[in-house]
Nanobody, 123 residues
Framework: QVQLVESGGGLVQPGGSLRLSCAAS????????MGWFRQAPGKEREFVAY????????YYTDSVKGRFTVSMDNAKNTVYLQMGSLEPADTAVYYC????????????????WGQGTQVTVSS
C-alpha cells in the first residue's frame, strides 16, 4: 500500500504562485511514477503533469507548459508541483496519484490517490 498526502493549496491572486507537495509513504519502492491531476467545479478530473519516481521523464498538459514545474525529492519521498502565472482557470482541487506500472496522462493507470488540495485563483 502507498499513502499520499497533498498540501500547499490555498487562495492566490491571478499571476501569483503556489507550490503543492505530495508526500508518499508506505511501499514507496513500488512506485514507478507520480501524476498530478485537477478537478474544477462541474468538470471532469483532468491530467496536469507526471514525473517518473526517478525524477526523469516529465510531461505536462499544454495549458500549464511553461507555467508549472513538477519535481521529485526522493530523499523525502515527495513530489512537488510549482505553479506560476496562475490564472482563474487553474482553480480546482489538485490531486496527486501514484502508479506502480507507468507514467501516463490517464487516470486509469494510477493506483493510489491523495485526498486533494484546493487551489483558488481569484482577486
Amino acid at each position: 500500500q502507498v499513502q499520499l498526502v497533498e498540501s500547499g493549496g490555498g487562495l492566490v491572486q491571478p499571476g501569483g504562485s503556489l507550490r503543492l507537495s505530495c508526500a508518499a509513504s508506505g511501499r514507496t519502492f513500488t512506485i514507478y511514477g507520480m501524476g498530478w491531476f485537477r478537478q474544477a467545479p462541474g468538470k471532469e478530473r483532468e491530467f496536469v503533469a507526471y514525473i517518473r519516481w526517478s525524477g526523469t521523464s516529465k510531461y505536462y498538459t499544454d495549458s500549464v507548459k511553461g507555467r508549472f514545474t513538477v519535481s521529485m525529492d526522493n530523499a523525502k519521498n515527495t513530489v512537488y508541483l510549482q505553479m506560476g502565472s496562475l490564472e482563474p482557470a487553474d482553480t480546482a482541487v489538485y490531486y496527486c496519484a501514484a502508479s506502480l506500472r507507468k507514467v501516463s496522462t490517464s487516470m486509469a493507470e494510477y493506483d493510489y490517490w491523495g485526498q486533494g488540495t484546493q487551489v483558488t485563483v481569484s482577486s
